[in-house]
Nanobody, 116 residues
Framework: EVQLVESGGGMVQPGGSLRLSCAAS????????MSWVRQAPGKGPEWISH????????LYADSVKGRFTISRDNAENTVYLQMNSLKSEDTAVYYC?????????WGKGTLVTVSS
């Protein structure tokens, strides 16, 4: 059974940090590109970061560039999202996504709330 399980969400004050994890199972993780997508309350999904399966090259949305860092550990079948300098507008449910050759898998998400 394919599973992507996000963890690490919670409530944090503006300016704080969180590290999200997404543990994968049921497929060959190293062969999949991984992304993080978030959805804020009342808004549509927003892609925020991507890490390549081959060379682990990364891409970021402008909204998080310089604050968030995506990484992966193929030995642990896990992708991470280090989030620093969090803002209230980062409040959202964060989902990880795996993609290879048009096949997509999604996790159920983890809620991040940035509030004082």
């Amino acid at each position: 059974e394919v599973q992507l399980v996000e963890s690490g969400g919670g409530m944090v004050q503006p300016g704080g940090s969180l590290r999200l994890s997404c543990a994968a199972s049921g497929f060959t993780f190293s062969l999949y590109d991984m992304s993080w997508v978030r959805q804020a309350p009342g808004k549509g999904p927003e892609w925020i970061s991507h890490i390549n399966r081959g060379d682990s090259s990364t891409l970021y949305a402008d909204s998080v560039k310089g604050r968030f860092t995506i990484s992966r550990d193929n030995a642990e079948n896990t992708v991470y999202l280090q989030m620093n300098s969090l803002k209230s507008e980062d409040t959202a449910v964060y989902y990880c996504n795996a993609e290879s050759s048009g096949r997509y898998y999604w996790g159920k998400g983890t809620l991040v709330t940035v509030s004082s």
